[in-house]
């Protein structure tokens, strides 16, 4: 029911601010407007109810009913669309030189916008009306049918996890080691720990084994305990019943009549902890979701001090953090299963006992592993599609169709159908607006990286965002979006970003198969791979479109785009010249996406004059293309929200790639929030017109445009990103009085590439106060003044090169930042002089998680213990000669959460002797730190004599937890 819930949604916005607004609607429109939206505003409450049960429990009239006014809404918010594009167009929609022949035109322009303003009133006054017909009609039909009643379903579903739960312990798979170690961690300690009452949580997304580690936990030390209870909770949990099952479960004979009981939750409440209070207790709360259900239930467990536990489990990060406040509580977070145990289990469910994989299968075997992710409910899904009742061996073309099957659509089965429903507890939990944008993914291919701002910036494009308001941007709101789809374990994050967030994720294949099948029940997105598209309904229904290639084969199948006319998005994943050539046809179109061609590589050029009729585009990608020119009608898409220029080049000349400019009429785009240029592309003259902007990146600061005055009028910049070239002192100046109006922003990135440095210029400026993340990249010859604690209170990434470090002065100001997580300072020239220790306090780097210093002398025996707590990363230079004759201490206990390290080694003589006793040293030191990093792929490397004499770095060792041997780079 997602798909008309997320149609409504937008419309009911556009249809109230329709009625209020100062259009040109007469009386009787307005007042038809406004019933229709106390109509759809019924019809959203019950979608909204209809919302929270899968599809399959509800009866086909009320799936019928959902998907008529799911189409009602889509056609009048494009009705509403066209009104307010031809409104807004008319008036802003001239471009090109101010002469007189021009001004002629836009005057005879202007006359006939007398005669079409009245067909567009024309026409939305008959929407209206039609809009108002059809949703009396489906209101009548809701209430003839009584559609309401067949929304409790068609019976009760059985919960295939309840199988986890009675699995026989021969049939568990890798597990063993992860099971003794929570059993170590659990029932281990010192006296006082030991005996308080402790709570390990188990986190990870559905279907990695969390009820069945669970399990084999609780069967191997339940005899410790006097008494104890394995209770599933689930979604929507009902606590009185809850708390009923757990007083049964504890003593069947005492509270045999409890289920009958009126008590009420307080009265079960003190029941439990009066029954609990004097024992030993061991209690498992399998598959919570929910905070305040976890916080009233845990009202009911005695705290005495007689050693007893609490295993929680949860799909939520939060609500696992929710269940362990205490410091001794540990949080576990699931991991798939490695390459060996994904195999054994994988092989175990298909061939007999003692035997082994077949030869001719064992390619097609490793690429299904590959693509379950070592995620056990996908492996034993496909391994249950391949098993065979009597034993044979499939052949292998059934094997080939299995794999291509992976992640658009498995075969039908009663596993298949299980995982299915397992997974979707976690989509039916999340809230409306969040199903639309988890839905949303089903646009990108399997195993597609996703990048985190341009698809915060399509959902704004589609209208998936709501709220927003002076203090909080819509972007800002959607990365609450996107981090709650993390925190609920349903895409998969990838942290590389500068503020330490997730720059990008992918989701998993299984997660994707049924995000498609659920995007296709609802319209939501047509998926077209070169031989198959989704069928549901006739292409002139189709709203989203995304081609892309399968891993089956082409075939000469074409889209026909202009039977297409109500398409709202398009995203290209290949190219397809039929499809390019019609874009003029989609004049629906919110958002466009050909950066996914590669159109680059195929030397394939798109005309893009073509989009000057695309007045309804919000969302432009032409990231990686090949344009002939990049035309001066692009200045009329008076909505477009983002615009995405990167890498964008035109033909070649020789061996050269002939650089773009940017068309003068882009600073026309007053709704502009977004805008994404390739470093050393030329910006017009104007760019301070666009200030809608909230994104910048990346400028060409050099002096010859003036835009570094221009940019201090882009006062609602969160992100900036500069390159500036040259030398001049005013451009200097200039840049930074604008930078000082940007108190919105968040992310700073400035690179100088340049000789000369600006010390006395850049120590008057004070950053924003918002500022998250900076990069400034030789500006300065040494730190800046402004760069302390009370001018970057929320400072979490510094990257600054410098050309001389202090370390003395230097570490200690950074390490009184209190929210920096990531630090990478380096001098532009190496200094070789030690340094003893830095006198910085034990309470320096509270938040830091990585920390690179390049191209100095340290080690991180320098900082003090107590100090970098959280540091899990450190990449550091020293001689080898300092660390194999003692001067430099390599001992790393002090800094309790390190996993990986990185040390590049100066050598003066003997080199690689040198370093092989350096390395012995580090890995000794390494190896009695409590997480055990371990040196890994050792490599030799002979320097030349000129690098030895000028004492550059020699060589660098990584190290990490993973296990191996050192590595020299």
Known sequence: ?????????????????????????????????????????????????????????????????????????????????????????????????????????????????????????????????????????????????????????????????????????????????????????????????????????????????????????????????????????????????????????????????????????????????????????????????????????????????????????????????????????????????????????????????????????????????????????????????????????????????????????????????????????????????????????????????????????????????????????????????????????????????????????????????????????????????????????????????SFQNSMSELTTHQVDATSMSKLRSVTLFRTDDNLIRSLSSLQLLRVLDLSGCDLWKNSYQIDLRCVEKLLHLRYLGLQGTLVDALPIEIGKLQFLQTLDFRFVVGESIGLQLQSLEVPSSVVRLGNLMCLYVYENTRLPVGIDNLVSLEELSVVTVDGTNAIEKELGKLVKLRVLRILWEGDDESVCNSLLTSLANLQNLRTLEIYHDGNARFDANCDGWVPPPRLHALWFDSCTSTLPRWMNSSLLPVLSYLLIEVDRVRPEVDIQILGKLPALCFLNLNTTRAQYTPVKRFIIGHDAFPCLRECILYNFQTGPSMFPRGSMPRLEYIDFCARASHITGGDLDVDVRHLPSLHKVTVRLWSEVDCLAAVQKAADMLNKALDVHPNHPALHHWFEEALPEELVQAKEPAAAITVSDRGGEAVVM
């Open 1 to 545: 029911m997602q798909g008309a819930t997320a149609a409504l949604i937008p419309l009911l916005r556009k249809l109230g601010e329709l009625a209020v607004a100062e259009f040109t609607l007469d009386k009787r429109v307005k007042k038809r407007v406004e019933s229709l939206r106390e109509e759809l505003d019924m019809m959203h409450a019950v979608l909204h109810d209809l919302g929270d049960v899968p599809a399959e429990q509800l009866k086909p009239p009320v799936r019928i009913w959902a998907a008529k006014v799911r189409e009602l809404s889509y056609n009048m918010e494009d009705a509403v669309d066209t009104y307010m594009v031809r409104l807004h167009h008319d008036s802003h929609g001239d471009v090109g030189p101010n002469n007189m022949k021009n001004r002629v035109k836009k005057f005879i322009k202007r006359t006939k916008n007398l005669f079409s303003n009245g067909k567009a009133l024309h026409q939305i006054s008959g929407a209206v009306q039609d809009a108002q017909r059809r949703a009396k009609v489906l209101g009548d039909l809701r209430k003839r049918y009584m559609l309401e009643e067949h929304t409790k379903g068609e019976g009760n579903t059985i919960d295939p996890r309840l199988k986890a739960v009675y699995k026989d312990v021969t049939e568990l798979v890798g597990i063993e080691g992860i099971r003794d170690q929570l059993i170590q961690k659990l029932l281990h300690g010192d006296d006082m720990s030991s005996k308080q009452l402790k709570t390990l949580s188990i986190v990870g997304f559905g279907g990695l084994g969390k009820t069945t580690l669970t399990k084999a936990v609780y069967d191997k030390i339940i005899v410790k305990f006097d008494c104890g209870v394995f209770l599933p909770v689930s979604r929507n949990p009902n606590i009185t019943s809850i708390f009923k099952k757990m007083l049964y479960d504890l003593d069947k004979i005492t509270f045999k009549d409890i289920n009958e009981s009126a008590k009420d939750n307080q009265q079960l409440i003190n029941e439990l902890r009066a029954f609990l209070q004097d024992r030993r207790y061991l209690i498992v709360i399998d598959d919570i979701w929910d905070e305040e259900a976890w916080e009233i239930i845990k009202c009911a467990f005695s705290r005495s001090d007689l050693g007893s536990r609490v295993i929680t489990t949860t799909r939520i990060n939060s609500v696992s953090k929710a269940c362990c406040p205490f410091s001794g509580d540990i949080i576990h977070e699931m991991k798939s299963l490695d390459d060996d145990d994904s195999k054994s289990l994988f092989h175990k469910r298909i061939f007999s006992q003692g035997s082994e994989c077949p030869v001719e299968l064992e390619e097609v075997s490793r690429e299904i592993l590959k693509k379950c992710d070592g995620v056990p409910l996908a492996i034993i899904t496909i391994a249950s599609l391949l098993a065979s009742n009597d034993q044979h061996i499939r052949p292998k073309y059934e094997w080939d169709k299995v794999l291509s099957s992976i992640g658009r659509g498995l075969a039908e089965g009663r596993t298949a159908k299980d995982m299915e429903i397992i997974l979707s507890f976690s989509y039916y939990d999340l809230p409306s607006h969040l199903k639309t944008c988890f839905l949303y993914l089903s646009i990108f291919p399997e195993d597609h990286w996703i990048d985190r701002s341009g698809l915060i910036w399509r959902w704004i494009a589609e209208g998936f965002i709501r709220g927003g308001h002076q203090e909080i941007s819509l972007f800002e709101v959607g990365e609450t979006y996107y981090s709650e789809l993390i925190n609920r374990n349903l895409i998969q994050p990838i942290y590389s970003d500068a503020e330490f967030r997730a720059e990008g994720c992918r989701v998993h294949d299984m997660v994707l198969d049924l995000i498609c099948s659920l995007s296709s029940e609802e319209n939501f997105v047509t998926i077209w791979d070169g031989s198959k598209h989704n069928k549901n309904n006739s292409d002139s229904m189709v709203r989203r479109l």
